[in-house]
């Protein structure tokens, strides 16, 4: 049985951060060649991949998010976190983790980050 338990989201302030973990179990020792993703739902809006970490430590972002947003992984602990500044009140959203390979995809239940003042 494969979980990914988000963590570290909550109410800030714009300009404030916070970070992002992904905590994975249950995938033994393939945990290195999984993509990690981050991906956040805002209300109304479209799903967007925010984030993207091979097991490399090949990293790509949205647009929206380049040079605010830091993707990181620990694969012996096998986490991921993300680490979020200068947060924007567009940035609000239910942020979900995601692990994928060429035959699975696995999903968090979310945690949700909201910015306002």
């Known amino acids: 049985q494969v979980q990914l338990v988000e963590s570290g989201g909550g109410l800030v302030q714009p300009g404030g951060s916070l970070r992002l973990s992904c905590k994975v179990s249950?995938?033994?020792?393939?945990?290195?060649?999984?993509?990690m993703n981050w991906h956040r739902q805002a209300p109304g809006k479209q799903s967007e991949l925010v984030a993207t970490?091979?097991?490399?430590?090949?990293?790509n972002y949205a647009d929206s998010v380049k040079g605010r947003f830091t993707i990181s992984r620990d694969n012996a602990k096998k986490m991921v976190y993300l680490q979020m500044n200068s947060l924007k009140s567009e940035d609000t959203a239910v942020y979900y983790c995601?692990?994928?390979?060429?035959?699975?995809?696995?999903w968090g239940q979310g945690t949700q980050v909201t910015v306002s003042s």
């Open positions: 995601n692990a994928t390979n060429s035959a699975r995809s696995y």
């Open positions: 970490i091979t097991g490399a430590g090949s990293r």
């Open positions: 249950g995938i033994t020792f393939t945990f290195r060649i999984y993509t």
